[in-house]
């Protein structure tokens, strides 16, 4: 299960926002949460019920700039669904758009930051789910201890409360000579909030690299 550490958008928020007889978007947004152990950066909520599940979506483009980080979303349900039904109802939502159904075309985003974003090869991505968000991603591999790759397409993957459900961007050279496909895309990030020790020491180093600067 998770918790929320802060948000702008709770029950009190959605009440005010009725009573003025303003619409709601039918999700919360902008919250930090704690989900399989780990403080996750959310961008929206969406659903009700027993289970939770994390989907993270990484938009980066091979070679760079890296412009199009990734985003998390929290999904609850009860029953069994599956990933197609999890991008349904965030599409539903109005948090993001998706086309494609076992094989997904292409998942459009606009954050809050208003910057927008797209996988700029369609149908190019690679899915799977695990419950370590710093595991080794290295594409399709069946044998992965830490990513479980699906390769049977998004409406037949059944989630899993407790995991991170990971749509990538993936990105493949075509050797012409040898007809070998290779890929060459990026790894997975998930947006995880750095706990406060792990803060300090990265405010040191940039002290320290900012004093050698000097």
């Known amino acids: ?26 999700f919360a947004q902008a919250e930090v949460v704690e989900f399989a152990g780990f403080e996750v950066d959310i961008d929206a909520t969406v659903g009700t019920g027993q289970n939770s599940s994390v989907l993270v979506i990484d938009w980066d483009i091979y070679g760079g700039p890296y412009n199009t980080p990734s985003h998390a979303f929290l999904y609850n ?18 948090v993001f758009t998706f086309t494609g159904t076992a094989f997904i075309g292409q998942i459009s985003y606009t954050d809050g930051d208003g910057d927008s974003h797209a996988n700029s090869t369609p149908f190019n991505w690679e ?28 409406d037949e993957e059944i989630i899993a409360d ?53």
């Open 1 to 26: 299960m998770f918790r929320c550490i802060a948000s702008s958008t709770g029950s009190h928020a959605h009440a005010a926002l009725a009573v003025a007889g303003l619409s709601l978007t039918g």
């Open 77 to 94: 349900w009860d029953g069994e669904q599956t990933l197609l039904d999890m991008l349904t109802a965030f599409q539903n939502a109005g």
């Open 127 to 154: 899915l799977a789910s695990g419950t370590n968000p710093f595991g080794e991603w290295t594409g399709f591999d069946a044998n992965n201890p830490d990513w479980d790759f699906n390769a049977a397409g998004a």
């Open 162 to 214: 407790g995991q991170f459900e990971a749509i990538n961007a993936a990105f493949f050279d075509f050797d012409v000579e040898t007809q070998i496909l290779t890929r060459i895309g990026t790894p997975i990030s998930v947006p995880i909030v750095p706990e406060p020790a792990s803060l300090t020491m990265l405010g040191l180093a940039s002290l320290l690299l900012y004093r050698r600067r000097r």
